[in-house]
């Protein structure tokens, strides 16, 4: 899940060297935090958030494969 976070995230920002992507597993449940550049962070929020929820509605999609549950966090 990792991995397809770092993807998606990096084809959106202008400095794909910034992104940092840290799964924090849990039994059930990873937390998948996400951080870029200060000036991308627009474009991976989207407007009214969208793009976050496109990102987080694939990420539900593809945890579930997996028969896991993945959230999304994206930090400032």
Not at 2 to 22: F, I, R, S
Not at 34 to 40: F, G, N, P, Q
Not at 55 to 63: V, Y
């Amino acid at each position: 899940m990792k991995v397809l976070v770092e993807q998606m995230a990096k084809a959106l920002v202008d400095n794909p060297g910034a992104v940092h992507v840290l799964e924090i597993e849990g039994e059930k449940t990873s937390v998948i935090e996400l951080s870029v550049a200060k000036e991308d962070l627009g474009k991976v929020i989207g407007k009214q958030g969208r793009t976050a929820k496109a990102m987080r509605t694939i990420l539900t999609a593809a945890s579930t494969k997996i028969h896991k549950r993945c959230v999304l966090e994206i930090l400032e």
